[in-house]
Every structure is written in structure tokens, then in C-alpha cells.
């Protein structure tokens, strides 16, 4: 049974519940971490379908990953249980996918990365007469693509644009070539990249009125979360489809972590110009972390420029006086040996502030916590071998944000390689592999259910006699074959799965330390929270180890993973630590040094490690 609105609006504060009720066409909170944002989107959601101002059909609620999503639909549904789901919630590639699939008969096949780098290398070839590609170019070609159709650039596609957007930026004529003849390929073969399909979107709109018409009658109400990182294709598109509907956006300019991909906060900035005459909110109070976290992350960010800091301020609504932890360690698998211990002994019910003291009088813990109370964020993935290892030694449960794993597993990966092959989807890697069936599958006959495809193919491999001796194949397995009812057809099933393959899935049910980047912790929270490698070089990150491409960004990025803090936070960093194989000494990272030294306990570790065996520094490289 779904609970009353009044439910819906519990314990939200003054600005919030304004937000949630408002009745403006268009609404923007800017507000800074913590202080309530995505709950109060959802809030908005469920209150305006519990008061049928709204049917679910009616709501877009736009996200940039599929975790996000599903959080939004799970948080709908569990104030709307019956509607929470007809919902439309889904990341701006999911939503333009589903959108041609459903009003352009949109037929051309999402493509694993493997065949895309095949494909641009084949028109690189084309276009160059060589017969040999570096990999290298092939990716630098491949990105500065990808950039052009993140803003909807095209060669000979002028027409799309106003005159404040350049048309294609002029990199190399021969680029140029490349970008048209990849494109072409990618036509013949009724194929299509993951950037496609917001510029496919798109253009389709822009020369089909009658068709932008039925979709922006469909959705009168439109939502997008984390709207600061929105790039150029996906603002157009957002303008162009809300022109006459509701409209409710949040975000945090300060929180702006993905200029590398092109996004770029002064959309959220122009909204009040875009949709002029909207309601502006500002939301002030923060619940998730203690005043200490707030008021050192506000010292990191205000110094970073001179906009308005007063504006930006926010007030905790917890209690907690715990100082920031700032530690020092030998090297990074003390590093990570010295965080275990911290974890275990917080588990243990002890107090864990410090890394070698037993206990501690000025403990300011006095609960137990669950090993999935901690998060370990760092800048690189590659940071996270040293944790994996000291906390399988430690016996410490831990989970790495990642791609689900289940479709890299073998058998699983085997079969979809094989309804790749047959739908003409098949890398040429693919193809090697499976040479003795290239022949049988040859054979099938187009169409084909998805089910029954399944079945025959896995027939091919034997796959039931795997799923006997293993029981996650056969979990793994009972998953794709309920995803083959939802997706009647083979190719609706490739995309999907080539869709949900965010780097960033966490199991939230198990009892586990969770480790990832700093960008993948983007909008979670976590009682304790490690930020590790704070290292000048690490972050602020320096590809080459001395120039900062966007010194900015990287300590917005060291902002989000301090504010990800609700109870306790640590600043870890190594003297010294192995990079690309070599050993180099490093400096604690500036940024540590713009809080105020009262708001801190600084500890160096004790702990040693004995060094490590050329073996382990042969893991470290990849
Ligand atoms: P971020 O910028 O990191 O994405 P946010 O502004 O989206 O943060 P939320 O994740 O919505 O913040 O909320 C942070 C925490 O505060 C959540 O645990 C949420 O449930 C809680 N919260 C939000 N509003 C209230 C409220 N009025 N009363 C109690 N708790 C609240
Ligand atoms: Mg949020």
C-alpha cells in the first residue's frame, strides 16, 4: 500500500518542501553537498504523483549512470509502489536509445569497444592508404571523436548549429576523413557507437517536428540530477525537449567532476537565462556529514577562487566534534595495511582513531560499525591493487566498484560472443575464437527469439554441463534468460546489457568495505571514509608527474570525496610509493595543507612493510 503525502513530505525542511511543492513551470536548487538534492527530486516525484498532478508516464527523470537510475525508481517505489515504476528514469544514453527504438525504428546495433577500435581502424587505413595503425593513434582518434559527438559536431552536419557553437573543431583534415569514412562504416553495417546515440537523438528531433512534438507531449515533467555535468549534446538535448514542460534541475557547481569528458558547469549556470522566470532554491542544511567535515571541505574548496563563498556555506545538522585524521605512511602498502587495521578495529567495536595505538580516550566513536560503514576512495584504479592485497591478507571483506561481473564470466561471455557473431555484432576477436561455429551459426535463420537463440547456442557450448559444477554460471545464467523474456529480441538484449555497463556497480545488501575511485563516489555516503593517496601528483593527478591539466577540477574532485563523510573522515598519504615500477618520494598533497591545522590530528604511521617482491611490483604496473 503506498503511504500518505504527508509521508512524503516528513522531515524535509522549509526549502526542500518548497521545491517539492512548487508550482513554478521550472525549478533549479543549487545546493552544496549533503544537503538533501536527489532526496528532494524524489520527494517531488512521488509528491506530484500521490497529488495527480502528474502520471508516471508523464515523468523524465534523467540521470548520468545506471546506479543512479536505479536508486531514483527504488527511492519512487518505495514511496509509490504501484506508479514508482512506470516511471521513466534513465541515463541520457538509455533514454535516447529507447527513444529511436520506440518512435524511429531505430535498428543499428550498440557496439562492444573491441569492434569500435576495429572499425575506426579500418577507416583509418581507408583514409591514410597505411597499412599498419598504432593502437595509440587509433585511441587518440578515437577520443577526439567521441569529444566532436559528445557536442554534436559532425563533418558536414553544419546545419545543426547556431553561430555561437563552432562547427567541428579543426583538429586535422585527415581526422576530418577519418570521422566521415568511420562514420560511414558504422552505417553500412547498421552499427552504432555509445556517443551516437545522443547525436542521433537529436538530429532526429531537430528535422522531425511532428516527432519531437509527440515525445515532448509525452513528458511534461522533466527532472536531471546532477544537472553541473551536463556536456554540450546532453544540454541541447535537455533545452530542446523541455521547452514547454515542467522542468526541475539540481546540482553543485563546486561538485563538477567531468570536464575531461567534455562537461561544463556554465549550462547549470545559464539555466536561469534558458528557462527565464524560473524559481531558484537554495538549500543550506546539511544532514549526512559533522561540522568538522563541512568546514574543512569548505576550506579546500572556497580556496580554490573567489566566488561567492558565503553563498556556498552550509550547516551540519549532526552532532560530532571528531577532528579530520590525517596520516602519514611509509609507503602505499603501509598505507593500506595501516587502514586495515583502522577498518578492523572498527569492527572490532575498539576505538579506531589512530592508526597503532590500541585505544584511544579521546575516541569520539562509540559505536560498532559493519565492515560496508567504511569506503576507500582513491584517484587511480590502480591505487586499489595495494588495498585488495592487505585486506585479503587481513581477511577484510571488501567489494570494488566495478562493471558487473557477471557478463565477463566464462560461459556467460562465450554466449553472448556468439549472439554477437550471429547478429553480425562479432569482433573480429570473437570470430577467432569461435571459428568451428562460424559455420553452424551461419545456418540459423533471422528472426530468432531471444530465448530460443539462448538455448541453442548454449546447447552449442554445453553450457548446462558448466552451470552443474558452478553455481554462480548457473546464477548468472538464470539472469540472462530472465533478461531474454524482457528482451524478446537478440539485438534489444546487447544493447541493454552494452547500455548497464557503468564502471561503477556496488553491492549495497553485503556486509563489505567498499573501494573505489574518487569520481565513481560521486552523490554516496558512508559513516567513515578513507580518502587515500593524498599526494601531490596523485591528487591534484599529474599524468607525467608534474603538470596539472585542471587544477580546479582535481580539487573539486578532492571536495567530493571529503563530503562523501558522515561521521569520520581520514586524509592518508605515503612518503613513498611506486609509480609505473619505480619508486619515487612523495609530497602530502596542497590541498591537505589549505586546512585550517585545528580542524586536524596529525598521526605518522609506525607501521613497516617489508619490501615488496619484483613480482608485486610487476601487479602495481597494470
Ligand atoms: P550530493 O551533492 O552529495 O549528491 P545531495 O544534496 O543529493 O548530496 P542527498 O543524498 O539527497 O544529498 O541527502 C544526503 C543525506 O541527507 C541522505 O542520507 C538523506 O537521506 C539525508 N537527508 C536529506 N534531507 C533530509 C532531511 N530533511 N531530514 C533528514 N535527513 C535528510
Ligand atoms: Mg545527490
Known amino acids: 500500500a503506498s503511504v500518505s503525502s504527508k509521508n512524503i513530505l516528513d522531515g524535509l525542511n522549509p526549502e526542500q518542501e518548497r521545491a517539492v511543492k512548487s508550482e513554478s513551470r521550472a525549478v533549479v536548487i543549487q545546493a552544496g553537498p549533503g544537503t538533501g538534492k536527489t532526496r528532494t527530486l ?22 548520468f549512470t545506471n546506479k543512479a537510475a536505479g536508486e531514483l525508481t527504488g527511492r519512487i517505489e518505495s514511496f509509490m509502489p504501484k506508479q514508482g515504476h512506470l516511471v521513466t528514469a534513465a541515463t541520457f544514453h538509455g533514454f535516447c536509445l529507447n527513444t529511436l527504438k520506440r518512435y524511429a ?28 595503425v598504432p593502437k595509440k593513434t587509433v585511441s587518440k582518434i578515437d577520443a577526439w571523436i567521441s569529444l566532436q559527438k559528445q557536442q554534436l559536431k559532425a563533418p558536414g552536419d553544419e546545419s545543426l548549429h547556431d553561430a555561437e557553437e563552432s562547427v567541428l573543431e579543426d583538429f586535422d583534415p585527415v581526422w576530418t576523413e577519418v570521422y566521415k569514412t568511420y562514420d560511414r562504416l558504422l552505417q553500412e ?20 517536428a511532428a516527432l519531437l512534438e509527440r515525445v515532448r507531449q509525452q513528458y511534461t515533467y522533466i527532472f536531471v540530477d546532477e544537472y553541473q555535468d551536463l556536456n554540450s ?70 580556496m580554490g577562487d573567489d566566488k561567492d563563498n558565503e553563498g556556498r556555506k552550509i550547516y551540519a545538522s549532526l552532532d560530532g566534534t571528531q577532528k579530520i585524521l590525517i596520516n602519514e605512511t611509509a609507503s602505499e602498502s603501509a598505507e593500506a595495511v ?59 571483506p571488501f567489494q570494488t566498484a566495478d562493471r558487473e561481473h557477471w557478463v565477463d564470466m ?42 530460443k537463440l539462448l538455448g541453442t547456442l548454449a546447447g552449442w557450448l554445453d553450457i548446462k554441463a558448466l552451470g552443474n559444477t558452478d553455481e554462480t554460471l548457473a546464477a548468472a545464467l538464470h539472469r540472462l534468460n530472465a533478461l531474454a523474456d524482457r528482451y524478446s529480441s537478440p539485438c534489444d538484449l546487447l544493447d541493454a546489457l552494452r547500455l548497464d555497463q557503468d564502471p561503477d556497480f556496488l553491492d549495497k545488501t553485503v556486509e563489505k568495505v567498499s573501494l573505489m575511485t574518487m569520481h565513481a563516489a560521486k552523490g554516496l ?28 577540477e582535481e580539487r573539486r574532485l578532492f571536495y567530493v570525496a571529503m563530503t562523501r563523510a558522515k561521521e569520520m573522515l581520514y586524509l592518508t598519504y605515503a612518503r613513498k610509493r611506486r609509480i609505473f615500477g619505480r619508486e619515487q618520494h612523495r609530497n602530502r598533497s596542497c590541498f591537505i595543507d589549505d586546512i585550517e591545522k585545528e580542524l586536524a590530528r596529525y598521526e605518522k604511521g609506525k607501521t613497516q612493510v617489508k619490501k615488496q617482491k619484483s613480482k608485486d611490483i610487476q601487479l602495481e604496473l597494470f
Open 42 to 63: 524524489t520527494a517531488r516525484i512521488a509528491w506530484l504523483l500521490r497529488e495527480n498532478r502528474a502520471a508516471p508516464e508523464n515523468i523524465l527523470a534523467l540521470t
Open 105 to 132: 525504428d531505430f535498428k543499428r546495433g550498440l557496439m562492444e569497444d573491441d569492434l569500435r577500435f576495429e572499425v575506426l581502424g579500418l577507416a583509418v587505413k581507408a583514409v591514410t592508404g597505411e597499412k599498419k
Open 189 to 208: 553495417r547498421s552499427l552504432a557507437d555509445f556517443e551516437d546515440l545522443i547525436f542521433i537523438c537529436f538530429r532526429l528531433f531537430s528535422k522531425d
Open 233 to 302: 549534446g546532453q544540454y541541447r538535448l535537455v533545452k530542446l525537449l523541455a521547452q514547454n514542460s515542467h522542468i526541475f534541475v539540481i546540482g553543485d557547481p563546486d561538485q563538477s567532476i567531468y570536464g575531461f569528458r567534455g562537461s561544463d558547469s556554465r549550462f547549470f549556470n545559464r539555466f536561469e537565462h534558458d528557462f527565464l522566470g524560473c524559481e531558484q532554491i537554495r538549500l543550506r542544511r546539511n544532514y549526512r556529514s559533522t561540522q568538522t567535515i563541512l568546514d574543512a571541505s569548505f576550506q579546500v574548496i572556497s
Open 338 to 396: 595501516a587502514v586495515g587495521k583502522i577498518i578492523e578495529k572498527g569492527v572490532g567495536g575498539l576505538s579506531f582513531l589512530s592508526m597503532d595505538k590500541g585505544t584511544g580516550s579521546d575516541s569520539g566513536t562509540d559505536r560498532e560499525y559493519a565492515f560496508s560503514d567504511f569506503a576507500v576512495l582513491y584517484r587511480t584504479r590502480h591505487q586499489a591493487m595495494a588495498f585488495a592485497k592487505a585486506f585479503e591478507k587481513a581477511g577484510i
Open 410 to 451: 566464462a560461459g556467460i561471455k562465450d554466449l553472448l560472443a556468439l549472439v554477437r557473431i550471429f547478429l553480425g555484432r562479432g569482433s573480429e576477436a570473437d570470430q577467432q575464437q569461435f571459428a568451428q561455429f562460424l559455420p553452424r551459426i551461419a545456418e540459423l535463420s533471422l528472426p530468432m527469439n531471444t530465448s
Open 525 to 552: 555516503e558512508f559513516p567513515v571514509v578513507f580518502v587515500t593517496g593524498c599526494e601531490t601528483g596523485t591528487i591534484p593527478f599529474a599524468r607525467d608527474g608534474k603538470t596539472v591539466e585542471d587544477p580546479d
